[in-house]
C-alpha cells in the first residue's frame, strides 16, 4: 500500500530533483491503493497533486498531458477554458485547479501548474508539436519525463511524438483543424495543424523497445511503485537516443513497418514513378 512520502522517494530515485520540470503521465490504477482514509476519487487525485507539488517546491513545474484529439476527428469547437481533457483522470483534476494554464492547441494541450506554467503554456501556438509548441518549449528546458504506473509499456511517452514530427516519418502528415478554437469564448486566430498517423497501413504503435533502450543504456531509471512502476528520462536523453534509433528504423516507435500500397498515400510520397 501506498504511503505519504513513497511518491517523493520514488521521483528521486528515478533522477528527478526538487525545482525541476516535470511532464507526468499517469494511470494511478495500476499503482494500486494508498494508505490514506479515501471519502472520494478527489481525495486520491489530491494526495498525488500535493505530493507532487510538495517534492517539486515553489521553484517547480508539473506539467500534464490534457489532449482531446475528438477535436480534429469530428469537428467539434475546442475552448482551451472549458473543454475536458481525456487524458485520464489525474490531468483533468490538474487542468482544473487554481493557477493550472492550459495550451492553446485543440488536440495536443499540455496544462501546466508552477513557476513555469505561462513560459510553458501561454500564448498562441499552431502546430501540435511544432518548435513554438509547449512540447517544443519543454523540450528547450530539457523537462524530466515521468511515467507514472505505466513503466515500460507500449503507451505512456507522448513525447516520442513530438519527436518524430521533430525528426520526420514517412507515416505522418499534416492535419488542419477546421472548426472554432476559443479560449473562454472568444475565437484565437490563425490555422491550427497537428501531425496525425495515416490510418490503415497496419501502423500501430509500440513504445517498449524504445523504453527498454534508453534503460540499457542508463538513460532512464525504472522502479517499482506500489503495484505499478515508474520510470524516469529526460527530454535531451530522449530527442538524443531517439533521433539514433530513428536513423537505425525509421519505424522504431511502430509494431512494424506500414504495410504502404502502391498508388496510395502515402506509397506516391515513398515511391514516386514518373
Avoid at 498531458?65 to 469530428?74: E, F, K, N
Avoid at 529526460?234 to 539514433?244: L, N, R
Wanted: overall charge negative; some cysteine; proline content about 5%.
Amino acid at each position: 500500500m501506498i504511503q505519504l512520502g513513497d511518491l517523493s522517494q520514488a521521483l528521486s530515485g528515478v533522477g528527478v530533483s526538487p525545482g525541476d520540470t516535470v511532464l507526468l503521465q499517469s494511470d494511478l490504477m495500476r499503482c494500486g491503493p494508498i494508505n490514506i482514509k479515501v471519502l472520494s476519487r478527489e481525495d486520491i487525485l489530491e494526495f498525488y497533486l500535493k505530493e507532487l507539488q510538495s517534492y517539486l517546491g515553489a521553484e517547480g513545474t508539473l506539467v500534464v498531458l490534457t489532449a482531446y484529439g475528438d477535436y480534429l476527428r469530428y469537428g467539434k469547437a475546442y475552448d482551451k477554458k472549458e473543454s475536458p481533457s481525456l487524458s485520464g483522470v489525474f490531468s483533468e483534476y490538474v487542468r482544473t485547479r487554481p493557477g493550472a494554464v492550459r495550451s492553446a492547441h485543440p488536440v495536443l494541450s499540455l496544462t501546466a501548474i508552477g513557476a513555469k506554467a505561462r513560459e510553458i503554456c501561454d500564448g498562441d501556438h499552431f502546430d501540435g508539436f511544432g518548435y513554438a509548441s509547449p512540447w517544443g518549449r519543454i523540450h528547450r528546458l530539457n523537462a524530466k519525463l515521468v511515467t507514472l504506473g505505466y513503466g515500460i509499456a507500449p503507451h505512456g511517452m507522448t513525447f516520442l511524438h513530438y519527436l518524430e514530427n521533430l525528426y520526420g516519418v514517412p507515416y505522418q502528415y499534416n492535419k488542419y483543424a477546421d472548426f472554432p478554437v476559443l479560449d473562454d469564448g472568444e475565437i484565437i486566430p490563425g490555422v491550427f495543424t497537428t501531425p496525425v498517423r495515416y490510418l490503415d497501413f497496419g501502423i500501430d504503435y509500440d513504445q517498449t523497445r524504445f523504453k527498454q533502450r534508453l534503460v540499457d543504456k542508463d538513460l532512464a531509471r525504472v522502479l517499482s511503485f506500489g503495484r505499478g512502476v515508474i520510470l524516469g528520462t529526460d527530454c535531451d536523453s530522449v530527442v538524443a537516443e531517439g533521433c539514433k534509433a530513428l536513423a537505425e528504423d525509421r519505424y522504431t516507435f511502430l509494431v512494424q513497418p506500414p504495410a504502404f500500397r502502391e498508388g496510395e498515400i502515402p506509397y506516391d510520397l515513398v515511391h514516386h514513378k514518373k
